[in-house]
């Protein structure tokens, strides 16, 4: 199968948490020679940025607690005066708000996960993308919508990774984590040696912390009552979405590519 690597401009991967995500995107990368944009890494580069510059004033002085929001990043600026390297302020800011939802525990206003988005979108001049974890909102999609049309760049297609909550729920509970180095495992799909040890540094494997039913059960219901609506907006502004089946009978990588490619073809865009 030969694929060119220009095919697509940016590519938004979703589907449940646990929905097999991750795989799909990999052939964006290996294939079409896309990079992966994973909000996740921008929010953990931005709170870096926070946690490096070892700030030892109160943040808390910074957030409006009746107004439910932060004080302007203008009034943030002085009160930080020299204290933060003027090249690293803006990010500095950024990472400050970041750390403060995420610590708290708080939901991340659409408007920050906006700004810290595009801020590494623009680095790649809006194209070239596999998004993942991104729009996760219809606000967050209309904002991706508005900033592809005014930069010139787009959006080729939604791949939804299908699968069943309970399909989703069976698999994720046999997930296995190397705490060591990384690797994933699955009990009965790709199983560790001897049934609890890393293959590759021989650590014992561990179920991620955030692998419990219960939390699971959140996820899918934040699937259904956010990300939903977002792929049915952007469908609505004639984004194809494309559906590439997520329990494959055989899950190898040939597989998952055939997956993705018979979708992609499926919806005239091969
Ligand atoms: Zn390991």
């Known amino acids: 199968m030969s694929l060119s690597p220009s095919n697509f ?12 995500k991750q795989p799909r995107i990999d052939v964006f990368t290996a294939d079409f020679g896309l990079k992966q944009l994973s909000t996740g890494n921008i929010f953990r580069s931005f709170m870096k940025i926070f946690n490096d510059a070892a700030y030892e004033g109160d943040i808390d002085q910074f957030y409006n607690i009746d107004k439910n929001e932060f004080i302007e990043d203008k009034k943030m600026k002085e009160t930080l005066g020299s204290s933060i390297n003027n090249s690293l302020m803006d ?6 708000k970041a750390h403060y939802y995420v610590s708290n525990g708080k939901y991340v206003p659409d408007s920050l996960t906006n700004r810290l988005f595009e801020s590494y979108f623009s680095r790649s001049d809006y194209k070239g993308m596999v998004l993942d974890g991104y729009p ?35 698999r994720t509970m046999g997930r296995r984590i190397c705490p060591s180095c990384g690797a994933v495992y699955h ?8 049934g609890k040890l890393c293959t590759k540094c ?13 939390k699971l059960r959140t996820r899918l219901k934040e ?12 469908s609505e502004k004639g984004i194809p979405v494309v559906k590439a089946e997520g329990n494959l009978p055989v899950f190898t990588e040939e597989a998952v590519k055939q997956s993705v490619v018979d979708g992609l073809k499926e919806a005239g865009l091969l």
């Open 9 to 20: 401009e940016n590519i938004l991967v979703m589907g449940k948490s646990g929905a097999g």
């Open 91 to 96: 990010d500095f800011i950024l990472g400050l």
């Open 136 to 170: 996760r909102t219809v606000t967050q999609a209309e904002y991706l919508f508005k900033l592809t049309s005014e930069k010139g760049t787009k959006i080729d297609a939604v791949v939804l990774v299908e699968n069943e909550d309970d399909a989703i729920i069976k």
């Open 187 to 194: 009990l009965e799909f790709k199983p560790p040696k001897d």
């Open 202 to 214: 021989g650590t014992e494997v561990i179920l991620r912390s955030d692998d419990t039913e219960e």
């Open 223 to 234: 699937f259904h009552e956010k990300t939903q609506p977002t792929i049915n907006f952007l």
